[in-house]
């Protein structure tokens, strides 16, 4: 999650280098709506993970080592021998579902949405057993097909993602499941998945 002032600065700095783009505005949009803004191309250049120098690969590296387990592997990697290669892909704007507001009837509480500016990136790794399947911010991560993932996201059977989710929706925390399968974050993933298609690189698996 990034502050949004500093979102339209980034999203700023790397527009020149969009093969296309969009402007877009909130009040265009409608709830769990994901617009593109703007596109790279596949061909744009990859940049190592880690390096200092590169604030994807910074922001990456961040994610990999806070959320995905691989902090040992980021402390060991540089420039030289890194990790693997990022790049953006993508750029979109909408309204995303974050919670449910009580109001005076118990049985029909109020959706709450907020404005989101999604920057979807492509992330290859040298070594995808990096990450585990059990980190201190998800319980069960596992890779899965593209084309499983997209169907998940067209269905929002979040089965399709992984498996293990129907026993988990069963548990306490099965809030925080539907939430994710209702993210702009899915969506972001499935529009980079499609422009890989589109360019015959959709190959591998998503995390």
């Not at 949004?4 to 093969?19: G, K, N, Q, T």
């Not at 593109?36 to 990456?60: G, I, K, N």
């Not at 995303?96 to 404005?115: G, M």
């Not at 026993?167 to 399968?181: G, R």
């Amino acid at each position: 999650m990034l502050p949004l002032s500093f979102a339209r600065c980034y999203f700023e700095s790397i527009a020149d280098s969009a093969v296309k783009t969009a402007p877009i505005h909130f009040t265009e949009l409608r709830a769990d709506d994901l617009r593109t803004m703007a596109r790279f191309p596949e061909s744009a250049p990859r940049t190592p993970v880690p390096d200092p120098s590169s604030e994807l690969s910074y922001l990456v590296g961040d994610l990999l080592a806070r959320k995905l387990g691989g902090g040992r592997a980021m402390e060991s990697a540089s420039r030289e021998k890194p990790l693997g290669s990022c790049r953006f892909s993508m750029v979109g704007a909408g309204f995303c579902y974050v919670a449910d507001r009580p109001t005076a009837d118990p049985e029909s509480p109020e959706p709450l949405f907020e404005p989101l500016l999604m920057f979807g990136a492509v992330l290859e790794l040298d070594d995808s057993t990096l990450i585990p399947e059990h980190t201190d911010s998800y319980k069960d991560l596992c890779w899965t097909p593209p084309a499983d993932y997209a169907e998940g996201v067209r269905t929002k059977r979040i089965e399709s993602f992984n498996p293990k989710f129907l026993n988990i929706a069963e548990e306490a925390d099965s809030d925080s499941v539907t939430v994710c399968a209702r993210g702009l974050c899915l969506q972001t993933t499935n529009k980079v998945i499609a422009d890989l298609a589109a360019a015959g690189s959709a190959e591998g698996a998503v995390v």
